[in-house]
């Protein structure tokens, strides 16, 4: 199995169902024998390139093909987006970009289709496209920028203008985030490490958070195998560290999988105190506890929970961080098929974020703090969930962060956070407090 190859079946298994990165493992899992690292990295490549780029090449492919993409035969589609985003996109040359489109069309038995393939790939690879080029804004975002109807019209509605730097600003970073764990290491010593390791660190806006371009995954070799680091993006450490959890208090963690924040909270707390983490879909419960078990925590434990239902045996807890489901509009550059997603049945979402806060609030003891996030741009999941929650519940006031980041914006209703400004992913927090009586 070649990479180029099963990026293809990647492809084509995508088009039917399912998260980008759990298609992708599992073909990588049916590859046998094994692809060798370097090869899996370059099947990954070929196939989220495709994700991030798909309308527009799709756009540049159906000016040099007599039938429209989406009308051919699986194979050959896949074939012709792959071939084209590695000659555009990945700096792989023209010639060994077509050659091998070539031979690849022939192996998966499509041979009648492999002058086609040489053709539309050589002209389709160096045409000139610009954002001018599209003149309904629209149109725009849903082609040059590649998002779906419904993700493009959101945006501009509420952006403007700015939604196309927004949109440029889903491209994803090479740089990671990742927070240090204070429970086992330094922030001299990981960078130390790390550096020695051969990646390329600098500090970060606060404590414990590093900024490191990895030379491959970040959540591999000794230092994340021992739990000395977990990755976790600038925007979510804001959102953990507004918490405020202090040594010795009870904190819930309404949301918590895969774990990041709640790894952060235990860590604000130095292992001491109550952490309940709950999660509603078991299979991720168990990514919490091994989390947990990785990085030491001691203080903290994961259970399956559905937020939208009160515990009221859970008691009263002195911070509560909801971090709600939500369209993830802010986590595209991590998630491309998010690009291409169906924002039907926002209002249901919607609902659930204020049941989830709800409960937050009435899980909150005396002179507590309570924190909204969400990983979205969306204003209707941000500050009019805020607004909302504070007409129910006026006994409660929003609380200005106590750090900050360049770029971000702090609100009467809560912090947001747009890629383009920040250079983070899309976020929105809110820390809120009940007034005192």
Known sequence: MTPRRLAVKALMHQEQAGYANLVLDAELRKCVPPLEARDAAFAARIFYTVLEYQPLLDSLLNRFCKKPVEKMDAPVRAILRAGLAQARYMEVPLPAAVNESVKLTKAMGKTSAAGMVNAVLRRAAVVSVQPEDFADPL????????????VAKLLYEQYGQEAFALAEAFRASSVSAIRVNTLQTSDEALTEELRAAGHTVQEGPWPHALLVA?????????????????????????????????????????????????????????????????????????????????????????????????????????????????????????????????????????????????????????????????????????????ECFLRKNPDFRVVAPEISLPGMQAGPLGTLFLPHKTGTDGFFVAILEKLST
């Open 139 to 150: 149109e725009r975002l849903q082609v040059y920028e590649c998002l779906s109807p419904s």
């Open 214 to 386: 990895f030379q491959g995954s970040p959540a591999t070799g000794a230092a994340f195998t021992r739990g000395d680091y977990h990755v976790q993006g600038l925007a979510s450490q804001f959102a953990a560290l507004c918490v405020q959890a202090k040594p010795g208090q009870k904190v819930l963690d309404l949301c918590a999988a895969p774990g990041g924040k709640s790894l952060t909270l235990a860590q604000q707390m130095e292992n001491t105190g109550a952490l309940i983490s709950g999660e509603a879909v078991p299979a991720r419960v168990t990514l919490i506890e091994k989390a947990f078990a990785r990085c030491g925590v001691t203080c903290g434990k994961a259970v399956h929970n559905d937020a939208t239902i009160r515990r009221d045996d859970w008691g009263r807890f002195d911070r509560v961080l909801c971090d709600v489901p939500c369209s993830g509009l802010g986590v595209i550059a991590k998630k491309p098929d998010i690009r291409y997603k169906d924002l039907a049945g926002m209002e249901n979402l919607c609902a659930i974020q204020q049941k989830i806060l709800q409960n937050g609030a009435d899980s909150l003891a005396e002179n507590g703090r309570l924190v909204y996030s969400t990983c979205t741009v969306n204003s209707q999941e941000n500050q009019a969930q805020i």
